[in-house]
C-alpha cells in the first residue's frame, strides 16, 4: 500500500457548495484529491463517493461516458445533504493511463466496446484498485459510509477491507445517444448496476 502523506488543504468555494479541498500524495508520486463538507465524525455516515480521474468526462465534458455526470451528481447530493466526500483518485481510464485511454477510445470509433477495447491493448477491462480509498477513508476518521457507486466491485473492496457500507446510492446519470453502448458493456461485462432499456 502506497504510503499517503497530506501535501495541502483548503477551502474549494464551487457551484455547489464551499467544499474543503485536501491533497493527499502517495509512494509512486501520485496526488490525490479529497473534497469533503460538513462534520464527517457525525456518529450517522456520510455520502462518499469514491471517483477514478477522468480527464475527458469530468474537465473536457465528454458525451462517451458517464463520469464528469457521476461527479457533478455526486457534489450535487453531497452539497444537498451538507456533509459527504468525495475522494477523487487519479486512476485515469480505468487504471490505463489517458494515453491508452485514447487510444481504447480509437478501438471504439472502430467497433469494439470499452471492455474489449481494453483487451485489445494488453490490459484487464478494469485495473483500478481501491486499497487507497479505504487508507483515504481511515485517514478520514471513517469507517461506515453510503457509498454512491453503480459498480459491485467497488462496494466488495471497501467491504472486504473493513469500511461497512450500511447503503449504496445509485448514481446513475447522463445517458445520451453517444454513450449506450458504453453503459451497456459497463452492464453487461462488468456487472455494474444500471437500469438500462
Known amino acids: 500500500m502506497s504510503e499517503l502523506q497530506r501535501i495541502a488543504e483548503a477551502r474549494l468555494p464551487t457551484p455547489f457548495a464551499l467544499f474543503n479541498v485536501t491533497v493527499f500524495g502517495t509512494s509512486d508520486g501520485k496526488e490525490h484529491v479529497v473534497i469533503s463538507l460538513g462534520d464527517l465524525v457525525d456518529p450517522e455516515p456520510p455520502l462518499v463517493r469514491v471517483h477514478s480521474e477522468c480527464l475527458t468526462g469530468d474537465a473536457l465534458f465528454s458525451l462517451r461516458c458517464d463520469c464528469g455526470f457521476q461527479l457533478h451528481a455526486a457534489l450535487t447530493a453531497i452539497a444537498a445533504a451538507g456533509r ?5 483518485l487519479r486512476q485515469e481510464g480505468r487504471g490505463i493511463g489517458l494515453g491508452n485511454k485514447i487510444r481504447a ?18 490490459f484487464p477491462a478494469d485495473a483500478r484498485e481501491y486499497g487507497l480509498a479505504v487508507e483515504l477513508l481511515r485517514s478520514l476518521g471513517l469507517h461506515r459510509v453510503r457509498l454512491m457507486t453503480n459498480n459491485p466491485r467497488k462496494l466488495d473492496a471497501l467491504m472486504r ?6 447503503e449504496r446510492v445509485p448514481v446513475e446519470s447522463g445517458r445520451n445517444p ?18 438500462l432499456p
Not at 471504439?108 to 485489445?120: C, F, K, L, P, R
Open 178 to 195: 453517444h454513450n449506450e453502448a458504453y453503459l451497456r458493456a459497463k452492464a453487461d461485462k462488468l456487472g455494474h448496476w444500471l437500469s
Open 84 to 88: 459527504g466526500v468525495v475522494l477523487y
Open 161 to 166: 477491507d473493513g469500511i461497512e457500507v450500511v
Open 105 to 122: 477510445y480509437a478501438l471504439q470509433d472502430t467497433g469494439s466496446d470499452t471492455v474489449e477495447a481494453n483487451h485489445q491493448l494488453g
